[in-house]
């Protein structure tokens, strides 16, 4: 069966700092990737998705980019992070032959202060 | 492009009543519907999902869902609600070659004793 991993589980980082999440899926192969933010009381926003290997594309512009440098791992990194970076972040992956249905991470929980 | 409208944003329900949480969705040709939960502080977890068939789709922890073509509608209903369905709900669309789901704002909803 496929799972997800998420790391870290929370952060809690300086404005200004910069930021790595990562994300690795197991028990598939060429998944499609994504990383949604939710700020507190809001619903998902999708920043950036791949289909593949060193494939990203962005949904918000912001201060944020993600990479994919294997197949089943996506990276989300800030060189400077801002306050209204903080929120709580998903990372999902779906098939790349369905029909898109997504699973999610359990989230990493980011305040920036 | 698609799109989800979750008419109500929080709904309150006593344990052992019935639930519905409402979504309409727009697109034009047949889409893909989804339904996730999310607890507090965890990810995003899949209920049910509509591809094509029957209508009428069953998901996990005793929910269903009736997709009505006429009223672009995927109403999620739950015939008797235990205190641990408090969560957020949320409606997704999906579309044929398009990788991105529409999520909606979500639902949450409180179970009172």
């Known amino acids: 069966s496929q799972t997800i991993h998420q790391w870290p589980a929370t952060l809690v980082q300086p404005v200004g700092s910069p930021l790595s999440l990562e994300c690795t899926v197991e028990?598939?192969?060429?998944?499609?990737l994504y990383w949604y933010r939710q700020a507190a009381g809001r619903g998902l926003q999708l920043l950036f998705y791949?289909?593949?290997?060193?494939?990203i594309s962005s949904e918000v512009p912001q201060n944020l980019s993600a990479s994919r440098p294997q197949d089943r791992q996506f990276i989300l990194s800030s060189k400077k992070l801002l306050l209204s970076d903080s929120g709580f972040y998903l990372c999902?992956?779906?098939?790349?032959?369905?029909?898109?249905?997504?699973?999610f991470g359990p989230g990493t929980r980011l305040t920036v202060t | 492009a698609q799109s989800v409208t979750q008419p109500d944003i929080h709904i309150t329900v006593s344990e052992g009543a019935s639930l519905e949480l409402r979504c309409n969705y727009s697109?034009?040709?047949?889409?893909?519907l989804f339904w996730y939960v999310q607890s507090p502080g965890q990810g995003l977890q899949l209920l049910l999902k509509?591809?094509?068939?029957?209508?009428l789709v069953q998901g996990i922890k005793g929910f269903e869902a009736e997709f009505k073509r006429s009223q672009s509608s995927f109403n999620l209903r739950k015939p008797s609600v235990h205190w641990s369905d408090a969560a957020e709900y949320f409606c997704?669309?999906?579309?044929?070659?398009?990788?991105?789901?529409?999520f909606g704002a979500g639902t949450t909803v409180t179970v009172r004793a």
């Open positions: 999902a992956w779906s098939s790349g032959t369905g029909k898109y249905e997504q699973y």
């Open positions: 028990g598939t192969s060429n998944p499609n």
């Open positions: 791949s289909v593949g290997i060193g494939q």
């Open positions: 697109y034009g040709a047949t889409p893909y």
């Open positions: 509509y591809f094509s068939g029957d209508t």
């Open positions: 997704a669309v999906g579309a044929d070659n398009d990788y991105k789901l529409s």
